[in-house]
């Protein structure tokens, strides 16, 4: 598999769909500190709401394979500077995460990620799991063996147990 480092606003989504690549089941973790665990590198989205996200940028991203700039599809204002994806030294791609929310406006965020210099833009919920295949075909790299088999296992809905409101019982 490629490293992939999560940039985005807190709240974008960015633990969750960590989770959701993962396995079948989502709690709820508030990410203190850059989390370095196996191929995804998740960071506070601290960097994003200040001026040193291309400095972020700049530096982790000698960490990873590539820089996946996350922005949530009910983001209500957008962060990335125009042309930020150049301060990474390494291919950055969008995703846009909650594609299932009701207040989601997809085509919007996708501009705002191109805009940002993105190669691709990938739509994902870490909820229904739409999306979550797609990516793993991208970050695949040769004699990878998937946690699933399939597409439509890939991208089944995710039991989720809690969100940053608490315990919830969504499924
Ligand atoms: N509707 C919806 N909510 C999500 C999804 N992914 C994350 N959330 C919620 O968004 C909030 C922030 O998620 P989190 O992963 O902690 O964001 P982070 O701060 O970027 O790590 C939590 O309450 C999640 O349950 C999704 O795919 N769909
Ligand atoms: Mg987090």
Redesign the pocket.
């Known amino acids: 598999m490629k490293k992939i480092i999560?940039v985005?606003?807190?709240?974008?989504?960015?633990?969750?769909?960590?989770?959701?690549m993962k396995g079948s089941v989502?709690e709820?973790?508030?990410?203190q500190y850059v989390n370095h665990l196996d191929v995804f590198i998740?960071t506070?989205?601290e960097y994003v709401q200040s001026k040193h996200l291309g400095h972020a940028l700049a530096v982790y991203s000698y960490e990873a394979d590539v820089v996946g700039l996350?922005a949530?599809a009910?983001e209500p204002y957008n962060l990335f500077p125009p042309a930020v994806s150049a301060m990474a030294c390494r291919p950055v791609i969008g995703i846009i995460?909650?594609?299932?929310?009701e207040d989601a406006r997809t085509e919007l965020v996708e501009n705002w990620l191109l805009n940002a210099g993105v190669e691709k833009v990938f739509k994902?919920?870490?909820?229904?799991g739409?999306g979550i295949w797609e990516l793993y075909e991208y970050l695949k790299e040769e004699g990878d063996v998937l946690p699933w088999e399939s597409k439509e296992e890939a991208n089944r809905p995710?039991k989720?147990h809690?969100?940053?409101?608490g315990e919830?019982s969504r499924r």
């Open positions: 999560l985005g606003r807190s709240e974008c989504g960015k633990t969750t769909l960590k989770q959701a989502l709820y973790d508030k990410t998740d506070p989205g996350l949530s009910t995460t909650k594609i299932d929310h994902v919920s870490s909820y229904e739409d995710r989720v809690s969100d940053r409101n919830i």
